[in-house]
């Protein structure tokens, strides 16, 4: 418990998903500084999802939740709402007991920490053996439903390559904040369509208890979920 309390409050750093290119050259993660060439990368992919560019802003942080999220005692499934899936259909949480999953919030226009966290899942997805990846899913879940359909996320998707293990989810802005706060996850809409959010990765087990939490930006957060994973 002290340990997953701990991860909490390490890798709930709240960030701005967007930031001038100036800012993206000295952008860093756990000591690494992220180049240019990455930021235009993901730039160029926000608006080739359809989302107009918004004006640049100052980076934004949050203050973190300071108590230990629900799920760390029952499961996320029991959280209810009413989801869609990428391909436009009726999700239930429940479908995903039987096996781990790996967890993001994000949303498609973010130019700057999202693409990094789903950089970090894919990295996560690589680096697992092939039985534990068999049996791991990897769940990402919409801050910006009125903008991200299911469409815009199945394309998304298919921009990472991500495979049939994949589920990217769309659900009412009660629904996403109820389960985004049983996670401890953070967030807030800014000027300019910008969201400031934790970036934060999460493990469930198979029940969907939350098991795992650390930074989705760095490669010492990306070796924490996958040694959950194996577990």
């Known amino acids: 418990?002290?340990?997953?309390?701990?991860a909490s409050s390490i890798a709930?750093?709240?960030?701005?998903?967007?930031?001038?290119?100036q800012k993206a050259d000295q952008t860093?993660?756990?000591?690494e500084v992220v180049s240019t060439e990455h930021a235009h990368e993901h730039a160029a992919h926000g608006d080739a999802h359809g989302h107009d560019g918004h004006g640049h802003h100052e980076h934004v942080e949050l203050p973190v939740a300071d108590t230990p999220a629900p799920a760390l005692e029952e499961s996320v499934y029991l959280v209810e709402g009413d989801w869609k899936d990428q391909d436009g259909n009726t999700f239930d949480l429940n479908s995903l007991t039987g096996q781990k999953q790996v967890v993001a919030f994000i949303y498609?226009?973010?130019?700057?920490?999202?693409?990094?966290?789903?950089?970090?899942?894919?990295?996560?997805?690589?680096?697992?053996?092939?039985?534990?990846?068999?049996n791991t899913g990897f769940l990402v879940v919409?801050?910006?439903?009125?903008?991200?359909?299911?469409a815009i996320l199945k394309n998304f998707g298919e921009h990472y390559k991500a495979d049939e293990h994949w589920t990217f989810l769309n659900g009412s802005d009660?629904?996403?904040?109820?389960?985004?706060?049983?996670?401890?996850?953070?967030y807030q809409h800014a000027e300019g369509g910008m969201i400031n959010?934790?970036?934060?990765?999460?493990?469930?087990?198979?029940?969907?208890?939350?098991?795992?939490?650390?930074?989705?930006?760095?490669?010492a957060g990306e070796d924490a979920v996958v040694a959950a994973l194996k577990q």
């Open 108 to 134: 498609t226009s973010c130019k700057e920490v999202c693409p990094f966290m789903m950089r970090s899942m894919k990295n996560i997805q690589d680096k697992l053996p092939e039985e534990v990846r068999a």
């Open 12 to 21: 709930l750093l709240l960030s701005a998903c967007q930031q001038t290119e």
């Open 142 to 150: 919409s801050f910006d439903p009125e903008r991200d359909t299911p």
């Open 1 to 6: 418990m002290k340990k997953l309390i701990l």
């Open 28 to 31: 860093t993660h756990d000591g």
């Open 174 to 186: 009660d629904d996403v904040r109820m389960l985004a706060n049983t996670m401890n996850i953070r």
């Open 197 to 219: 959010h934790s970036n934060a990765i999460m493990v469930l087990d198979e029940h969907g208890k939350m098991i795992e939490q650390a930074n989705g930006t760095s490669t």
